[in-house]
């Protein structure tokens, strides 16, 4: 059995029609609800530890749904996706979760590592936890980009494992060494830079930890992300090198294990990543369903008035 791939009914803003316009209005020009996010630190097993940001109404015993976001690269609370998410999911009476993952909720986390694209136990020891406060609601988990990968990496690590009931991933980089490529060419190097500075400002912030681990002057100095990853996700994670790190982590090869029904939402025109990332059917499971769309641009997907329509799809998922 194989899973599914269908064209996406989403219509851009006739002034966006392009990967670019979508990704850099949508993250840059657009105003995002404000969230009043409610804040727990989450203790890990290995002495770090996570936070939650919590919206909407409390979550309740009996059977009521309970959303997991989760955010992509350099993003957390502040994110405007996951703002729009947040805010439509309350709307709607559904409690609103946020896993930041470690280092990404403006405290620095407390050992000589952090977070990346093939992390998953940090992911499965939260819903573990919300399994344990809350086993009668039925769990459901939103990733983008990043976060989209770590997602769909667990599922299908875990397979009916999983407490969660249904996933979305959207704008996911499903290989990540060809994504990590893309992003050294042409335009894309702009966002390319601008993740970098985040991700160096977090690095200095952070050196006086690192510093007995890796060449905290060579992290600063990369240029691109393999160098990036070579010379600090790799060595602080148990990867021999950026390569070993992407094969290992990309979350392509883990969609045919997937068993909880699960919505990909992908942009052709996505300019993080080439459209060549994108699976075939075959590699999908029977729970997969991959919605392609010909716009969207990288967590973009603004119709009408920028209006945001990934929160209206993402609801649609659930019923």
Not at 30 to 58: N, S
Not at 230 to 241: K, Q, V, Y
Request: contains cysteine.
């Amino acid at each position: 059995m194989s899973g599914r791939i269908v064209d996406s009914a989403f219509r851009p803003d006739p002034w966006l029609r392009g990967g670019h316009a979508q990704t850099i209005v949508a993250a840059m020009f657009r105003r995002a609800p404000r969230i009043d996010w409610r804040w727990e630190r989450l203790e890990l097993p290995d002495g770090d530890f996570v936070d939650l940001a919590w919206h909407g109404p409390t979550p309740q015993e009996e059977r009521g749904p309970l959303l997991l976001l989760l955010h992509g690269l350099a993003g957390g609370a502040d994110s405007p996706y996951i703002r729009d998410q947040a805010a439509a999911s309350a709307l709607g009476g559904v409690p609103v979760v946020l896993l930041c993952f470690r280092g990404c909720s403006g405290e620095p986390n407390r050992l000589p590592r952090g977070y990346h694209s093939g992390e998953t136990q940090d992911l499965r020891h939260v819903v573990r936890v919300l399994q344990a406060r809350h086993p009668e609601s039925m769990i459901h988990a939103v990733g983008f980009s990043l976060g989209g990968n770590v997602l769909l990496k667990y599922l299908g690590e875990q397979g009916a494992e999983t407490p969660l009931r249904r996933a979305v991933a959207v704008s996911v980089p499903l290989e990540l060494g060809p994504c990590a490529a893309h992003l050294s060419a042409g335009f894309a190097r702009v966002y390319r830079q601008h993740l970098l500075r985040k991700l160096r400002a977090g690095v200095r912030e952070k050196a006086p930890i690192l510093a007995d681990h890796v060449d905290v002057e060579a992290v600063l100095a990369a240029k691109d992300f393999e160098a990036f990853d070579d010379r600090l996700t790799a060595p602080l994670h148990g990867f021999s090198s950026a390569q070993d790190y992407y094969a290992r982590c990309s979350s392509r090869p883990f969609l045919r294990h997937v068993v909880r029904p699960t919505l990909i939402v992908q942009a052709v025109d996505d300019p993080f990543m080439p459209a060549s990332v994108i699976p075939s059917a075959a590699e999908l499971s029977d729970s997969v369903m991959l919605e392609r769309s010909a716009w969207g641009g990288h967590v973009g997907f603004l119709g009408p008035g920028r209006s945001p329509w990934l929160p209206r799809r993402v609801q649609r998922w659930w019923m």
